[in-house]
């Protein structure tokens, strides 16, 4: 199984860096940010200094979007970082929910993210290109052997059957066992329906994981908190799925959407933080379920019985207050042992 670690992209952009640079030498082979222009530095900058203080780390946007960037010009920008690095970038894309809402817009349509895929894949891989009114381009630069991966973040039954279909990868943005088989299922029936080699498609699911000390419930409750702000980040999108198919839809399992019942709304300026005031609805059982708390007994269960559903990469979430120690922790005591 790889490892990755999610950041986002606060300033100094030389602390986000320095801890890819400590996850690389703790045995995480990826290293992945938000993307999303107000709230946080412009990641692909960062991503330039990433990959040269480091030497295989692959870097990519979790997630990026077909709509805050000119396609051309995103997959301009992966192919010159690969240009100049080796083939060490992946692009993760979805459909944009704080990059668009914070500037006023709605996530894109799933034909959009199906159109922009397409681009971005070809064209960081040298390939020509349609964007539309018969503008066929290609970029004359890029040498013989560039490849660029598009991973689709998705949960929905109608994004998880495009991402087996179209995607190179599959972005899960929760580590539930249940909700896992469910979705790597369907996007590998769907991959399989569209003559696809399933196994194809790599799966990635991300989350916050803080490793304690001991299973005390004074530890458990402080981790719970560190973590209960991605319950709110995933309920947004949940929201959404809600909003499409109704409360009680065949199409989507009552295990991810029950929760955001008691959902009141949404203020990004503390998106993916803990201490997120308005993730207070998301209950201890949600965090269990999503997140990888406890000691690193726990960690290494939930990581094995994540391998046996078909999970290529676990991508940590350190949005807490003790991003060096679980880095650490998983370098000396957890992916060892995963990877035995």
């Known amino acids: 199984m790889d490892f990755g670690l999610v950041l986002q992209t606060d300033p100094p952009a030389s602390r986000v860096v320095e801890l890819m640079r400590r996850a690389e030498h703790n045995g995480f082979t990826y290293g992945w940010t ?35 960037r000119t396609w051309e010009v995103t997959a301009s920008t992966f192919a010159t970082l690969n240009d100049m690095f080796g083939n060490r970038t992946v692009c993760g894309i979805g459909r944009g929910d704080s990059a668009m809402r914070v500037a006023g817009r709605k996530p894109n349509t799933l034909a959009r993210i199906s159109e922009a895929m397409k681009v ?24 013989p052997g560039a490849e660029l991966p598009v991973w689709m973040a998705a949960y929905g039954p109608k994004a998880l059957r495009m991402t087996g279909e179209e995607a190179d990868g599959f972005i899960l943005q929760l580590a539930d066992l249940y909700l896992t088989e469910y979705m790597v299922k369907a996007v590998r029936d769907a991959a399989a329906r569209a003559g696809r080699d399933p196994a194809e498609v790599t799966v990635c699911v991300a989350a916050p994981a803080y490793v304690t000390a001991d299973d005390s419930p004074e530890a458990l409750a402080h981790a719970r908190e560190q973590c209960r702000w991605f319950g709110g980040m995933v309920g947004n999108h949940v929201a959404d799925l809600v909003a499409r198919y109704g ?19 949404y203020d990004y300026a503390h998106h993916g933080r803990s201490g997120n005031p308005d993730t207070r609805f998301v209950p201890d059982e949600i965090v269990d379920r999503f997140c990888l708390i406890g000691p690193v007994e726990a960690h290494i269960e939930k990581l094995t019985a994540l391998r046996e559903l078909g999970v290529d990469q676990f991508a940590v979430y350190a949005m807490h207050d003790a991003r060096e120690a679980v880095i650490d922790a998983y370098g000396r005591k957890v992916i060892p042992v995963v990877n035995s």
């Open 34 to 68: 938000f993307d999303s222009a107000v709230l946080w530095q412009e990641p692909f900058v960062i991503y330039s200094q990433i990959l040269a203080r480091t030497e295989h780390l692959k870097v990519g946007p979790m997630v990026t979007n077909p709509g805050t």
């Open 247 to 265: 409360e009680h839809s065949a199409a989507v399992p009552e295990e991810l959407t029950e929760y955001v019942r008691a959902r009141q709304g």
């Open 120 to 143: 971005v894949r070809a064209l960081g891989r040298g390939e020509e290109a349609d964007l539309g009114g018969g503008a066929v381009v290609k970029f004359p630069w890029v040498r």
